[in-house]
């Protein structure tokens, strides 16, 4: 049977669009992140668009402008706010361990190994201080991996804020690019954006929002309970809360033990622990549901399983990417349903 000349175009489009995702994988992760910040930027740049109607790539240039100012600011401002209650917090371990402190603090705890039959200085020596020297070595890895890394940072910063630019000027074009390969009707094309656009938000909006939140909450705990540099403290456990299963728990836990062992009152000691559970821990449960729920009926319980899959697949880089497919995947099963004529996924579904 004779293989029509349409057949091998398609076939080699396929093999050239693989052979090129291949090499500009590196290149993915931040043409992604442009792209859902020229998503989340859209509201604005279309009031942009409207103030300088015949100037496109000035508009795009505004708004582009704008993101950069918006991350890089509160990220400048924020890291020396770290730095500064980090530079705090590693004087007072100084002056604590000086004044014997640690000691005098830590007697109730090597009291409670002894009473159980545990050898305090062979425990200190077995346990603990290697345990500290397997922390400074952790940290050190990634303080000198940061740094080697920051020429690639600061390149993957340009080329998103450079995709995003092409994606604010041109996003009508790459989108007409798109469709002329994907054939489809006029109105799957408006169903197909309007859904990815609500799905990708909801989504991210959903995580970021929750982050912020519990990083807040958390960093006002650590202040209410004076236990000192909440900024610091809220800020580990905004990024820890994008991890599930881990979460800000991996902060305010051992902090609760650490306020046990050092002598504070047991009702302030529970009082922590409540706030943190229910209050920090808790506040995902009204957030997320509000944001991913207005735009997607679909079961919370998939969008976890995505991040979880997509950090086992992606590293770090799935919490982008996990979401992301997600989205995809939910975008062209609605699209099925809606052929089948079934009930959509989404709450309104295209006619």
Do not use: C
């Amino acid at each position: 049977m004779a293989v029509s000349s349409r057949t091998i175009i398609s076939a080699l489009f396929l093999l050239i669009s693989l052979v090129a995702l291949v090499s500009f994988r590196n290149l993915i992760t931040p043409l992604v992140l442009g792209l859902i910040l020229a998503l989340i930027m859209d509201p604005f740049h279309q009031v942009i668009k409207k103030i300088f109607k015949k100037h496109e790539g000035l508009g795009a240039l505004i708004t582009t402008v704008s993101i950069f100012l918006l991350l890089i600011g509160p990220a400048v401002l924020l890291f020396f706010l770290v730095m500064n209650e980090l530079t705090v917090i590693l004087s007072r371990f100084l002056i604590y361990i000086d004044q014997t402190g640690l000691r005098a603090n830590s007697l109730f705890f090597l009291n409670l190994l002894q009473q159980i039959g545990i050898d305090t200085e062979t425990f200190l020596i077995s346990h603990v201080l290697p345990f500290l020297n397997d922390v400074g070595g952790i940290a050190s890895k990634l303080l000198v991996s940061f740094f080697a890394n920051l020429p690639k940072i600061f390149f993957d910063f340009f080329l998103m804020l450079f995709s995003v630019f092409f994606f604010l000027k041109d996003g009508k074009k790459i989108r007409e690019f798109f469709f002329g390969i994907v054939s489809v009707s006029e109105n799957d094309k408006k169903h197909l954006i309007e859904t990815f656009q609500g799905v990708v938000l909801g989504i991210f909006w959903g995580q970021f929002l929750t982050a912020l939140a519990q990083g807040f909450l958390g960093g006002l705990g650590f202040y209410l309970f004076d236990l000192g540099t909440p900024v610091f403290f809220g800020v580990l456990m905004l990024f820890f809360s994008l991890i599930p299963f881990i979460g800000p728990m991996i902060i305010y836990l051992p902090t609760t033990a650490y306020l046990f062992i050092s002598g504070a009152s047991l009702p302030t000691v529970l009082l922590f622990l409540v706030y943190n559970l229910f209050v920090v821990s808790s506040v995902d449960n009204i957030i997320k549901p509000l944001v991913i729920g207005s735009r997607i009926k679909i079961h919370p319980a998939l969008i976890f399983f995505g991040l979880i899959g997509g950090l086992r697949f992606f590293g770090a880089l799935g919490l982008i990417y996990g979401p992301l497919i997600i989205a995809l995947f939910l975008l062209f099963a609605d699209l099925y349903l809606e052929k089948t004529k079934q009930e959509s996924l989404f709450h309104n579904g295209h006619k």
